[in-house]
């Protein structure tokens, strides 16, 4: 019997790990598989680790990997490829946005043969019309600069076969934007649609100022377009300049006419610092990466880890159960 290991970060979901399980179980009750659930807990500071404990306590297969502190749920996603280590690995949140439900159409699709199978949403009318239209124009800029095409509309509720996760475990770059590397490794990979539901209890914990970080990091980990706008855009703005002071000479050589409106002047070259002030920027953002990844950090750290055992024989090795960066 094939084994399967479910990976759920979780930060501060005291209010959904409960109705999570209860919703869970049946589903996994019902399929031929061996399971078992990953709940990573990222650092929560509520109840979330005496829920954690109640249920390790409950169901043999559930199990509680906790961080030192909060890494963040691109990390806490990493933190659980790392240690899964059956056939298959699912990913999904605790607040039941991503429905239990939908897990054996996952698995149809894995035994036919995908490697990679995508959650996409099937309706995104749940969410307010500002989430939509920002998601909308992040995913086609995305994939408008990024060599790679990345699946719009596709959360990190996925399906991974082992040898996709043996590859994401080879990248560990410290700017984690794991829905690009799934595209980025490749493999057969499908899309199942399904229905996005509202979340149990709690509050989202992106920010709008989380969101257009997450996006900025994504841009500049999957692009180097800003870079090559920067460039071509100073080019421009030189050219323009260069002719503006070939102009300004004829004027002056030529007809004797010295050129008036110094107002112009002035917002021109504001204009032109406020350009170099942007490639600096641009530059700075690119380099700030270059500095995270050489300072080669674990991308977390494990406080205490209670897992169910493996009874397969893709078990994780002993720095990726260190949380080092390999």
């Not at 509520?46 to 990997?65: F, I, K, Q, W």
């Not at 994401?168 to 794991?178: G, I, Y």
Request: a neutral charge.
């Amino acid at each position: 019997m094939k084994s399967i290991d479910i990976v759920v970060p979780a930060f501060n979901e005291e209010g959904c790990l409960e109705p999570f399980y209860e919703r869970l179980r049946p589903v996994l009750d019902g399929l031929p598989y061996r399971f078992r659930v990953l709940i990573v807990d990222d650092g929560s500071d509520d109840h979330t680790p005496e829920v954690c404990e109640r249920l390790v306590a409950r169901d043999p297969r559930v199990g509680v990997l906790r961080l030192s502190r909060n890494f963040g749920h691109q990390a806490a996603l990493t933190a659980g490829l790392d240690q899964a280590g059956a056939d298959a690995v699912i990913t999904m949140d605790a607040d039941l946005q991503h429905p239990p439900e939908a897990l054996p159409d996952f698995l149809n699709a894995w035994a036919d043969g995908a490697e990679l199978v995508s959650g996409v949403r099937a309706s995104k009318q749940r969410a307010r019309l500002f989430k939509r239209l920002t998601s909308l124009v992040f995913y086609k800029v995305l994939n408008l600069v990024s060599p790679v095409k990345i699946t719009e509309n596709a959360p990190d509720f996925r399906l991974l076969d082992q040898k996709v996760v043996r590859a994401l475990r080879d990248l560990r770059e410290q700017s984690r934007f794991l829905r690009g590397m799934y595209a980025w490794v490749g493999f057969r990979q499908v899309e199942v649609k399904y229905d996005e539901h509202l979340r149990t209890a709690g509050q989202s914990h992106y920010r709008n100022r989380d969101m257009f970080l997450f996006a900025l990091s994504a841009v500049l980990s999957f692009s180097r377009a800003p870079l090559r706008l920067a460039t071509l855009f100073g080019l421009l703005v030189s050219g323009l300049a260069f002719a503006f002071g070939v102009y300004a000479l004829i004027q002056n050589l030529v007809f004797h006419e010295v050129i008036r409106g110094w107002t112009s002047l002035a917002v021109l070259l504001s204009f032109l610092s406020g350009v170099q002030l942007l490639t600096l920027g641009v530059l700075g953002e690119y380099l700030g990466q270059v500095l995270e990844e050489t300072k080669r950090r674990p991308l977390y750290l494990v406080a205490d880890a209670r897992l169910p055992e493996l009874h397969g024989s893709h078990r994780p090795n002993d720095d990726q159960e260190r949380g080092d960066p390999g």
